[in-house]
Nanobody, 125 residues
Framework: QVLLEESGGGLVQAGGSLELSCTAS????????MAWFRRAPGEERVFVAS????????GYADSVKGRFTVSRDNAKNMVYLQMNNLKPDDTAVYYC??????????????????WGQGTQVTVSS
């Protein structure tokens, strides 16, 4: 079993920064690609960023490119999402997700088997 737990959410003013963390526990050797998704009020959950197992490959949604950075520390079983220049449109519940096999994912949430409970990020204007 794999457990993912997000932390670091909160309230921030537009233009500010937050760093989200995702802690993995359990059978972490079976976690491959990891990603961040978000769900804004009344909307579907959408892809934000992803990182390969060793962190050498990353991907971002167009809406966050240049502002968000995903990173991974396998020694600590942690994944991070550094969010800079936050905008009110970034307000959402942010979820950490993990894949249980090495197949590359294409950004759909149903491709990931492990999920955290989410952490709220609110950006005020």
């Amino acid at each position: 079993q794999v457990l993912l737990e997000e932390s670091g959410g909160g309230l921030v003013q537009a233009g500010g920064s937050l760093e989200l963390s995702c802690t993995a526990s359990g059978r972490t050797a079976y976690i491959y690609e990891m990603a961040w998704f978000r769900r804004a009020p009344g909307e579907e959950r959408v892809f934000v960023a992803s990182t390969s197992r060793n962190g050498d490959m990353t991907g971002y949604a167009d809406s966050v490119k240049g502002r968000f950075t995903v990173s991974r520390d396998n020694a600590k079983n942690m994944v991070y999402l550094q969010m800079n220049n936050l905008k009110p449109d970034d307000t959402a519940v942010y979820y950490c997700a993990g894949a249980r096999d090495p197949r590359p994912r294409t950004g759909w949430d149903n491709e990931y088997e492990y999920w955290g409970q989410g952490t709220q990020v609110t950006v005020s204007s």
